[in-house]
T-cell receptor, first 113, second 114 residues
Framework: GAVVSQHPSWVICKSGTSVKIECRSLDFQATTMFWYRQFPKQSLMLMATSNEGSKATYEQGVEKDKFLINHASLTLSTLTVTSAHPEDSSFYIC?????????FGPGTRLLVL | QKEVEQNSGPLSVPEGAIASLNCTYS??????FFWYRQYSGKSPELIMF????GDKEDGRFTAQLNKASQYVSLLIRDSQPSDSATYLC??????????????FGTGTQLKVEL
């Protein structure tokens, strides 16, 4: 199947700093990528849909000014958590769509101190 | 109202048995259906997808779809301890998945016991 990578795999930062997470489709072009967040023992929560060359579509309740998404190319989408706070600590997972199927990256674990 | 429903479990089965995981969905326009497996602390990985009514087999896994009943299931034959994970059902309303997002169920935790 298609391969999606994420970087970094984990990050620890101080409260108030910004963190950028990269999502890449390695062997296919993805016009659409998705960003999810998952808290411990909870289900996946879709944050936003990222479309190459256009603005991301955010789910209700997700602050677009806090979670900045850039989908600059067909193989790269980035999520920047701005002014991170401890409550933003979570497991962030991206996925990329290859034709009809979504493939997930390995996730990025964020811990904000 | 949840759009995709799964029993959260845990579903416990003995090693070697058949595990049956079920999922119902509310959108009658749903066209494509996916099963993902998620190990604790890891991201979901695709097991299989199904578009047409009936059964689709891939190794030890069989997906079953009944659009009239709005029901999709996953059977795991000869269950192994390594199958212990959370299984996520996902539904997409577009015919080939283009343009729309997947709606996920909350997942069923499967435990395969020795």
């Amino acid at each position: 199947g298609a391969v999606v990578s994420q970087h970094p795999s984990w990050v620890i930062c101080k409260s108030g700093t910004s963190v950028k997470i990269e999502c890449r489709s390695l062997d296919f072009q993805a016009t659409t990528m998705f960003w999810y967040r998952q808290f411990p023992k909870q289900s996946l929560m879709l944050m936003a849909t990222s479309n190459e060359g256009s603005k991301a579509t955010y789910e209700q309740g997700v602050e677009k000014d806090k979670f900045l998404i850039n989908h600059a190319s067909l193989t790269l989408s980035t999520l920047t958590v701005t002014s991170a706070h401890p409550e933003d600590s979570s497991f962030y997972i991206c996925s990329a769509r290859d034709r009809s199927t979504q493939y997930f990256g390995p996730g990025t674990r964020l811990l904000v101190l | 109202q949840k759009e995709v429903e799964q029993n959260s479990g845990p579903l416990s089965v003995p090693e070697g048995a058949i595990a049956s995981l079920n999922c119902t969905y509310s959108d009658r326009g749903s066209q494509s259906f996916f099963w993902y497996r998620q190990y604790s602390g890891k991201s979901p990985e695709l097991i299989m997808f199904i578009y047409s009514n009936g059964d689709k087999e891939d190794g030890r896994f069989t997906a079953q779809l009944n659009k009239a009943s709005q029901y999709v299931s996953l059977l795991i034959r000869d269950s192994q301890p390594s199958d212990s994970a959370t299984y996520l059902c996902a539904v997409n309303s577009a015919p080939t998945g283009g343009g729309n997002k997947l709606t996920f169920g909350t997942g069923t935790q499967l435990k395969v016991e020795l």
